[in-house]
T-cell receptor, first 107, second 117 residues
Framework: GIQVEQSPPDLILQEGANSTLRCNFS?????LQWFHQNPWGQLINLFY???GTKQNGRLSATTVATERYSLLYISSSQTTDSGVYFC?????????FGTGTRLQVTL | GAVVSQHPSRVICKSGTSVKIECRSL??????MFWYRQFPKQSLMLMAT?????????EQGVEKDKFLINHASLTLSTLTVTSAHPEDSSFYIC?????????????FGPGTRLLVL
């Protein structure tokens, strides 16, 4: 099956810093989503982005489908951004989740 | 926006009992629902896909007789963990794909933490 790897696995930032999270996938996909899992376990949709670039406030995402990767940018990070970020790809009408990036934003 | 609920949010049971978890799409119809399992500090693993009115499709390695899935309506799917054992303790998350919604976006419930003693 398709492999989805995320980097870095762990990231500690000071409040106000910027970061880039990466998602690599091993095969062609129909779509890609980015999620934030908060400390209580709830998954929150951030972006549905099979290709191109989208922005939503301090977050933006870019997917280059031909090169099989996606990037999530977080600018001016806040403590509420802490949690785990997952990308997930849809290759056969079902999502395969990446390995995740655990982000901690400190004061 | 699309909201998916799960009930219960947390359950503790004795080994050998069965536990039922409900997943509801509150403001949209979901022809397809998915069940995932997540162990601590790990990613989500798809267990099964359920389509309204038909049998669920289970992923390789998931015991269909242990994890019973019923998708009786366009807004409700249930997962029953039968004869639960401590190794079934995990975080179970459902998601729903909105019928006619944008692309193939899935919306996730808040999850159910199961602890089997």
């Amino acid at each position: 099956g398709i492999q989805v790897e995320q980097s870095p696995p762990d990231l500690i930032l000071q409040e106000g810093a910027n970061s880039t999270l990466r998602c690599n996938f091993s095969d062609s996909v129909n779509n890609l989503q980015w999620f934030h899992q908060n400390p209580w376990g709830q998954l929150i949709n951030l972006f549905y982005i099979p290709s191109g670039t989208k922005q939503n406030g301090r977050l933006s995402a870019t997917t280059v489908a031909t090169e099989r990767y996606s990037l999530l940018y977080i600018s001016s990070s806040q403590t509420t951004d802490s949690g785990v970020y997952f990308c997930a790809v849809d290759a056969a009408s079902k999502l395969t989740f990446g390995t995740g990036t655990r982000l901690q934003v400190t004061l | 926006g699309a909201v998916v609920s799960q009930h219960p949010s947390r359950v503790i049971c004795k080994s050998g009992t069965s536990v039922k978890i409900e997943c509801r799409s509150l403001d949209f119809q979901a022809t397809t629902m998915f069940w995932y399992r997540q162990f601590p500090k790990q990613s989500l693993m798809l267990m099964a896909t359920s389509n309204e009115g038909s049998k669920a499709t289970y992923e390789q390695g998931v015991e269909k007789d242990k994890f019973l899935i019923n998708h009786a309506s366009l807004t409700l799917s249930t997962l029953t963990v039968t004869s639960a054992h401590p190794e079934d303790s995990s975080f179970y998350i459902c998601s729903a794909r909105e019928f006619g919604g944008p692309g193939e976006t899935q919306y996730f419930g808040p999850g159910t933490r199961l602890l089997v003693l």
